[in-house]
């Protein structure tokens, strides 16, 4: 976990180190109501100088924007495009959600009163024309009584209905078109056409003297019914961001002047001595300094057993002190904490576009204009070719097709799916990076593991030691540990701790040097040691034919074999073990049974490798792979035609997770390792890959659910709108049911999306999702 913070914490000074080149805000958009108005934002923004990038998810109604823009600039941009914004960058995480949460429920609350008032007019003549009222005008009374509803009709479309109208003549007004312009279309004809009846109905023929005052005030409650049901569905979507948000204490006690006293968070400062009592939660990242305790770290690893901390180990914000009082040196405080970072790599993913979405954005773009043209040319069909009334069809058909086309769905078709899924992932501990990699992530045909840290524990130890020509287990190991204590080999830990239950003096090398794959060299007390692998003991000629029948047991008991040479004569040869750790081989049943081919990738030899493949469950493996050679692997792979996952932890796997199609980092790895991984999985444990492939696959499958019935819905309603069936039934589609069914429509996306927050990770039945 350390690493992580580690990693994190330089991610954001990198990002910090930039800001006089380019820095990332928030906006907070309203006034978008469909997918084509996310196309009219980005357009906008990126068109100001200084914006490198503008996505917004129209999920969540937010735009990240990159660049040197000022905050004024880009909401001018926003203001000019026909909507408005509102910068959120800058303001804590949780008074933001407090704020927007608020307002969400306003805007709910005010939906539902436009749906009581609309529907509470259109209802009742509604129900008037079903029971068989006349629905048609002639002169006298019956023409001042329609009259009346007309007016009547007008305050719906004046309050009710005025959201529509203000949003589509912004829209006229920038030149464009959008879900308002298409409601306020067919409303407005209804409305227009029907008053035209009612003040002179002798100017129309008998047949054609139908008001539709009932269309107009159904249709506006009914897409205010359903904006509000989508605005409620919406808000669950978030539920991992508000969980995550949620661990953020708002308090800290920290120590000044030998007192405790309580201080906002945000009074916190780097180096203050914080005191936790226990039962509560860790306000910023630190050092322990004094007491012992156990945490609960499951809200950000997914790991359900509580870890025990004492002096010098590192807490995490966000976690739970369980048992004992400690004392805590703050290290990160404000955005630099884990937690606060974790957040802003969850929203950063949840705000990234799926490449899957780009249809979806190019239809977007021309879908109101194309929408608009086919209601025209119904109307003209229904004028020179239709039955009379003709006047009266073309318009229940051409108002029919514009309500039926609003692309509501399509919009969030693919946001919606990508908010819960990221944010399902971040809550069993799988961080994902980028759209691109939750996208990939789901097609992986082949998982390449590398061994040391990611199968097994990474923390190997000193099981043999066996000597050779006289030497002892204190000379092999005091020279041993020399060399080992200027190398950051994986193994070398090993050695020193071995060493040091030994009470060897440790003496650091002169003259060191590492050859990558092979091992380390030195001068420790005027003697020349050589400490690696067979290949170095060939490179400067040293005789090993005496111990192959040891290092052959040793590799066929997993254990990596060592070599020691002391003035170019083979002193030892040290068995180290780095034990599987114990989830390694369930979790990788469950990545083979999801169809994947599992490599595992080691710098060992060929016999441990096979003899730890054997252990896991692993048929196909790559030994002796030098660090250089590992990203050549996974190209070869690649080039077999497979989807290649890359997993490892240390700096050697770096350039294999780049080459991956998708990188995996455990969390437990090097900073360099997290840093060139797409997913990065924060506690050690390979179940957190099944998982990320997890929520991969049943995202992508929710996505595709959601287009699917977007588009099939738009396809084939449109034609039905426009009357394609009159001929055959004689019916036409009413626009009160088009209406209703847009309306649903994007509700039925949403609640589709929300199904993610219910896939069960870490077991077999997450594949029904």
């Not at 005008?137 to 109208?165: D, I, K, N």
């Not at 109905?201 to 005052?213: K, N, S």
């Not at 194309?370 to 058909?397: C, K, Q």
Request: hydrophobic share 45%; aromatic share 4%; net charge negative.
């Amino acid at each position: 976990m350390a690493s992580v913070q580690q990693f994190l914490s330089t991610d954001s000074q990198a990002l910090a180190s930039d800001t006089s080149l380019s820095n990332q805000q928030e906006l907070l958009i309203e006034g978008a109501g469909c997918a084509s108005c996310v196309g009219k934002i980005e357009k906008a923004l990126n068109a100001v100088e200084g914006v490198e990038s503008a996505v917004m998810n129209f999920g969540q109604r937010t735009v990240s924007v990159e660049g040197r823009a000022s905050a004024d600039t880009l909401i001018n941009a926003v203001e000019n495009a026909g909507y408005h914004a509102k910068l959120t960058s800058g303001e804590a995480e949780a008074e933001l959600l407090v704020e927007k949460e608020q307002a969400e429920q306003r805007r709910y609350k005010q939906l539902l009163g436009n749906v009581v008032i609309a529907l509470g007019v259109g209802v009742p003549l509604m129900l008037y024309g079903v029971l068989g009222g006349e629905m048609k005008v002639s002169a006298g009374a019956s023409q001042l009584g329609w009259l009346v509803v007309g007016l009547v009709t007008l305050l719906v479309m004046l309050f009710p209905g005025r959201h529509f109208y203000i949003g589509a003549w912004k829209s006229v007004r920038n030149h464009s078109a959008n879900m308002d312009t298409l409601i306020a279309l067919g409303t407005g004809t209804a409305w227009l056409y029907s008053m035209a009846v009612v003040l002179a109905p002798d100017l129309l023929p008998e047949l054609a003297r139908h008001v539709y005052f009932e269309a107009t005030a159904m249709i506006i409650g009914l897409i205010n019914l359903g904006l509000a049901l989508e605005l409620r569905a919406r808000g669950r979507t978030s539920e991992a961001i508000k969980r995550l948000i949620g661990l953020q204490t708002r308090k800290a006690r920290i120590v000044r002047e030998g007192e405790e006293v309580d201080v906002d968070i945000d009074d916190v400062q780097q180096g203050d001595h914080v005191r936790i009592r226990p039962g509560e939660k860790v306000p910023v990242d630190g050092v322990v300094l004094d007491g012992h305790t156990a945490v609960d770290e499951s809200m950000l690893t997914g790991e359900p057993i509580p870890v025990e901390k004492s002096t010098d180990d590192e807490m995490v914000a966000g976690t739970l002190n369980k048992t004992g009082s400690v004392l805590l040196k703050a290290t990160r405080v404000g955005q630099q904490t884990t937690l606060s970072q974790i957040i802003g790599m969850v929203k950063q993913a949840q705000n990234a576009k799926l490449p899957i979405s780009r249809l979806a954005d190019q239809i977007s773009a021309y879908f109101v204009p194309t929408i608009m043209i086919v209601a025209v040319i119904t109307a003209l069909v229904w004028l020179n070719f239709g039955p009379e009334p003709a006047i009266a069809l073309a318009l229940v058909s051409a108002t029919t097709v514009l309500i039926i086309a609003c692309p509501c769905a399509l919009g969030l078709a693919t946001p919606m799916s990508v908010i819960v899924g990221v944010g399902k992932a971040a809550e069993a501990g799988v961080l994902i990076r980028n759209g691109e990699a939750l996208q990939t992530a789901s097609k992986i045909t082949t998982m390449v593991l590398d061994k040391t840290g990611t199968i097994t524990a990474g923390q190997p130890q000193v099981t043999e030691i066996y000597t050779l020509n006289g030497f002892s287990d204190v000379e092999v190991l005091t020279s041993a540990a020399g060399l080992e204590a200027g190398s950051e080999h994986p193994l070398a830990n090993a050695v020193l701790e071995a060493a040091r239950a030994h009470n060897c003096p440790i003496e650091a090398a002169s003259d060191f040097h590492a050859t990558a794959g092979k091992g380390v060299q030195g001068q420790i007390a005027g003697t020349q040691v050589l400490l690696g692998n067979v290949a170095m003991m060939d490179a400067h000629e040293v005789t090993t034919q005496a111990a192959h029948t040891v290092v052959n047991r040793m590799a066929a008991e997993a254990k990596t074999p060592v070599y020691v040479a002391l003035d170019n004569q083979l002193a030892a040869i040290i068995g180290i073990s780095d034990p599987v750790r114990e989830d390694s081989r369930a979790a990788i049943a469950r990545l083979q049974s999801e169809g994947m081919r599992v490599v595992m990738l080691t710098g060992d030899n060929h016999n441990t490798a096979k003899a730890v493949a054997a252990q896991v469950g692993v048929d196909e493996f790559f030994a002796e792979v030098l660090p250089q050679d590992k990203a050549s692997k996974v190209k070869a792979l690649q080039q077999q035609g497979e989807i290649v996952g890359m997993t490892g932890d240390g700096i050697n796997d770096a350039p294999a997770l780049a080459q991956a199609d998708v990188g995996f980092a455990i969390g437990s790895g090097t900073d360099v390792a997290i840093e060139s991984a797409d997913i990065t999985l924060m506690r050690a444990s390979l179940h957190g890959l099944a998982d990320a492939v997890t929520v991969s696959r049943a995202t992508l499958k929710n996505i595709r659910q959601n287009l699917f019935g977007a588009f099939i819905y738009n396809v084939a309603g449109i034609p039905i709108a426009a009357g394609i069936l009159y001929p055959l039934t004689g019916l036409l589609l009413n626009p009160v049911i088009a209406g209703a069914a847009m309306a649903c429509s994007s509700v039925t996306v949403v609640t589709n999306a929300n199904r993610l927050r219910l896939l069960k990770l870490g077991q077999r039945e997450s594949r029904g999702a």
